[in-house]
């Protein structure tokens, strides 16, 4: 059983930067494949981001790709989601999940663990 636990949300002005992390438990980071996703008020949860396991591969949406960056540590057993360059429409509950297979799948039906998710507020 895969445990993960979200920290660094927050409130940030437009144009800032926060980091994300995602701590696991019961795995290490670099033997599953984890991603982001996130949910603002009133919509549908949305897909950032994902990386393999191993890391060979990874995959970001649209809206985020340039200004987001995924990474782990290995040795902290955490992943983490950089954000740069941050807008008002950032702004959601921020989501790890995680699934055992290799594929950084954009669809949040695929992941089989879930941190309890992280506020972000951009807004001046």
């Known amino acids: 059983q895969v445990q993960l636990v979200e920290s660094g949300g927050g409130l940030v002005q437009p144009g800032g930067s926060l980091r994300l992390s995602c701590a696991a438990s019961?795995?290490?980071?670099?033997?599953?494949?984890m991603a982001w996703f996130r949910q603002a008020p009133g919509k549908e949860r949305e897909f950032v981001g994902a990386?393999?396991?191993?890391?060979?591969?990874?995959r970001y949406a649209d809206s985020v790709k340039g200004r987001f960056t995924i990474s782990r540590d290995g040795a902290k057993n955490t992943a983490y989601l950089q954000m740069n360059s941050l807008k008002p429409e950032d702004t959601a509950v921020y989501s790890c999940?995680?699934?055992?297979?290799?594929?950084?799948?954009?669809?949040?039906?695929?992941?089989?663990?879930w941190g309890q998710g992280t506020q972000v507020t951009v807004s001046s």
């Open positions: 019961g795995s290490t980071v670099n033997s599953i494949t």
């Open positions: 990386i393999s396991r191993g890391g060979g591969i990874t």
């Open positions: 999940a995680a699934r055992s297979r290799l594929d950084p799948s954009r669809s949040p039906t695929d992941y089989d663990y």
